[in-house]
T-cell receptor, first 116, second 112 residues
Framework: SAVISQKPSRDICQRGTSLTIQCQVD?????MFWYRQQPGQSLTLIAT?????????ESGFVIDKFPISRPNLTFSTLTVSNMSPEDSSIYLC?????????????FGPGTRLLVL | QKEVEQNSGPLSVPEGAIASLNCTYS??????FFWYRQYSGKSPELIMF????GDKEDGRFTAQLNKASQYVSLLIRDSQPSDSATYLC????????????FGRGTSLIVHP
């Protein structure tokens, strides 16, 4: 498995501001993903972070709102831009392609975001 | 569109009983299947994965897969209050896309 850390673990932000969330993995992984999970809801995939190229966004998510970087095989960032209260959610980094079972996805501890 | 269906619950079972969690999926090309446990306020934690038809056992957990019926289940024997959580089913198609489709999860409550 992979050990994943996220920073910050939580934050309270004012509307109109931006927050960058960092995801660090303890080993090189093939794939990194960013999910959002609103209270009581299931996981919603925002995008796949591609190393050395632009992220692949899911329907309903755009780069201007959620810019993503992945400079290497162990690190990625997600920025939530021009935030509104509707962006209040838990943001989860996940990875796959680590270890023996390449398709297995592992999750970071998440970042709890509250936008006022 | 690929779909993974789970009963949202809550499923309530007494301590010591067997909890049975079910999941159906729409994509016949699916090749790998995962069960995650998510405690309230925490991130999903992998419990088991299964690739082949039949049963796979790990401690108190058994995953069952029936590809013909497009059905995967998780059995929890000797349920404990600490098993109370939401259980997410995830299904991955073949071809190494590594992007599973998640179900909405089933809430399990194990009462003493």
């Amino acid at each position: 498995s992979a050990v994943i850390s996220q920073k910050p673990s939580r934050d309270i932000c004012q509307r109109g501001t931006s927050l960058t969330i960092q995801c660090q993995v303890d080993s090189q992984v093939t794939m990194m993903f960013w999910y959002r999970q609103q209270p009581g809801q299931s996981l919603t995939l925002i995008a796949t972070a591609n190393q050395g190229s632009e992220a692949t966004y899911e329907s309903g998510f755009v780069i201007d709102k959620f810019p993503i970087s992945r400079p290497n095989l162990t690190f990625s960032t997600l920025t939530v831009s021009n935030m509104s209260p509707e962006d209040s959610s838990i943001y989860l980094c996940s990875v796959s392609g680590a270890g023996k079972h390449q398709e297995t996805q592992y999750f970071g501890p998440g970042t709890r975001l509250l936008v006022l | 569109q690929k779909e993974v269906e789970q009963n949202s619950g809550p499923l309530s079972v007494p301590e010591g009983a067997i909890a049975s969690l079910n999941c159906t999926y729409s994509d016949r090309g699916s090749q790998s299947f995962f069960w995650y446990r998510q405690y309230s306020g925490k991130s999903p934690e992998l419990i088991m994965f299964i690739y082949s038809n039949g049963d796979k056992e790990d401690g108190r957990f058994t995953a069952q897969l029936n590809k013909a019926s497009q059905y995967v289940s998780l059995l929890i024997r000797d349920s404990q209050p600490s098993d109370s959580a939401t259980y997410l089913c995830a299904v991955n198609e073949s071809g190494g896309s590594y992007i599973p489709t998640f179900g909405r999860g089933t809430s399990l409550i194990v009462h003493p």
